[in-house]
């Protein structure tokens, strides 16, 4: 079984910063891909960065300069760093990773965390 548990939402200020963490859990063989998207109230899911196990990156052009995704790979966890926060991020913040275990490659979602940004 795996897991993903993310951390560190929580209410922001208007040019404010958070750092919300996703570490994974369970029969891991090898994570490839980790990223993090994102739910506002009655949209849709949309993507927000990726990190290649290598650690190569891709960003909405929302956050571009705004946003910096990392990991490590030894804790199997993946963070974003959120600066110049506005009120158009908050929303939901779900991480997502890519993991092969002994059943196969599949893809894992986190239960989400909330970031609110206040004007």
């Known amino acids: 079984q795996v897991q993903l548990v993310e951390s560190g939402g929580g209410l922001v200020q208007a040019g404010g910063s958070l750092r919300l963490s996703c570490a994974a859990s369970g029969s891991i063989l090898r994570i490839n891909d980790m990223g993090w998207y994102r739910q506002a109230p009655g949209m849709q899911r949309e993507y927000v960065a990726v990190?290649?196990?290598?650690?190569?990156?891709k960003y909405a052009d929302s956050v571009k300069g705004r946003f910096t995704i990392s990991r490590d790979n030894a804790k199997n966890t993946v963070y974003l760093q959120m600066n110049s926060l506005k009120p158009e991020d908050t929303a939901v913040y779900y991480c997502?990773?890519?993991?092969?275990?002994?059943?196969?490659?599949?893809?894992?979602w986190g239960q989400g965390t909330q970031v609110t940004v206040s004007s």
């Open positions: 990190i290649s196990r290598g650690g190569s990156t």
């Open positions: 997502n990773a890519d993991i092969r275990n002994i059943s196969g490659l599949r893809d894992y």
